[in-house]
């Protein structure tokens, strides 16, 4: 490969400027301004480091391809172009570097003053070497400067800095995205050694005892072949952790999707509340009041009366230790519908020492969302600890099926079953809220709930929700004019 590489230096020389332009395209086009990561707030440096090396490469090509023809004014043009575009690569190299390191370590932020020291007095010394004293030797000189002064501390603390970034990207829970990141520290440490200190000219220690010849004739290969798959493995690394911006979007997304279950739930443990407590409170009170006027004339019945409170109260407390249990449901949002429901019976199974067989037939044919797999599981559950605390049931069976356009999920017991003439009566005891608190999930989702409930004959329910949606609130394109010149 090394041999290849010679014998076609110019071609190399363009696919380097084309993969250095690779990586800050897509560093470019995808980094997201509006990015709450860290790592985003530093990536722009990387994207100049690559353009300006990308430009460095084609000056190099065109010094090249003239250098037999050029006027010598051409030729000097050409190679103090080179040494500041590449010298300038390095200072983005240095700054991005200093960013990630105080972005993460706001108590390092003296390292600014100091990547501020070192691109001045880098540029005062090219100054003075170049443009008083001149010549090829301060050329040299000042161009193995850069390496040590720039890129050697730029690439060290870019890859400190990209290993600190990976702890903020693990949140995400993508591996891939924290073995990329880590792999292009590592990257940047191997470029630290090939390309900040080995330099290409032996002029100034410690240049004079490790430079680009000694390093061929110590190991055999060119320190060119070990750059250029430098080049090759940070444009692979950086077009891979671009991706971590579309993960954080998506990461947001769910948050907000999170946020939204925890609004309709309060919403409907508050209606619930309303509807159900407070106004058996409500009635209670009312028998209290009763009591008192019965007290003094019909002690027996107002001792009733009272004894009918006090049922009343107790399961209005239990009702509220419900709901109370409610406000702190499994964490469903973070899982499937699989799994989510594996992990109910489990739990179900553990409290009411019932036999609960779980199949699930087929594969999701769509992906569901935060929402519908915490409606599904929340109905799922609550037809489980109806069963569990109302049925006496000694056996239960769940059926999950994933069809083509639904999910379908039955839901059996062999118990007491319960009359559904009682759904439409006055609410004592939180079952058949519940139930309706089904019903109206699955209602949310466009979904339909069918069951059979008997007594004595168990209960058998039946949930189907569609992966998504049905449109509502479309138009409809009439392609005839006339339609609407017609009377009506």
Known sequence: MLGFYFDNRLFML?????????????IILKTNKKSELRLARSLWLLAGYA????????????????SAEALPVMDVTLQYAELFFKAGSFMFILWLGICLITDYFEKYSVLKIFGVVICSAWVMLAVYMLGIQGGE????????????????????MSGVGLWLQKREVAMFHVTSLVNNLRGMAITFFGAALFIGTIANEPVLWPATVLNREAFMDFFGVSVIFFRSWILVFITYFVIRIVDVFEVEREFRLEEA??????????????RELHDGIIQSIYGVGLKMEQSLLLADKRLAEAKKQLRCGRDELDNIIQDIRDYIQELQPPDFSTTSLEEGARQLVEEVKEYSMMQINLTVQGEPAADLNIIQTNNLLQSLKELLTNIAKHSRAERSEVVINFGS?????RISDNGVGFDPVELDGPQHGSGRQGLKNVFYRVGMMQGTVVFHAAPGQGTNFE??????????????????????????
């Open 137 to 156: 030797l301060h050329w040299a000189m000042i161009n193995n400067l850069s390496r040590y002064m720039l890129a050697l501390p730029g690439f060290l």
């Open 405 to 409: 356009e639904n999910i379908r999920i």
């Open 463 to 488: 949930i189907n929700v569609p992966y998504k949606k049905v449109r509502s609130g479309e138009g409809v394109l009439i392609k005839d004019p006339s339609y609407f010149k017609a009377k009506s």
């Open 14 to 26: 363009v696919v380097y400027a084309i993969l250095f332009f690779v990586m800050g395209s897509a």
């Open 51 to 66: 353009i300006m090396h990308g430009i460095t490469e084609l000056i190099i090509f065109v010094h090249k391809i003239s």
């Open 257 to 270: 999707m999170r946020q939204q279950v925890l609004m309709e739930e309060r919403e409907r443990i508050g």
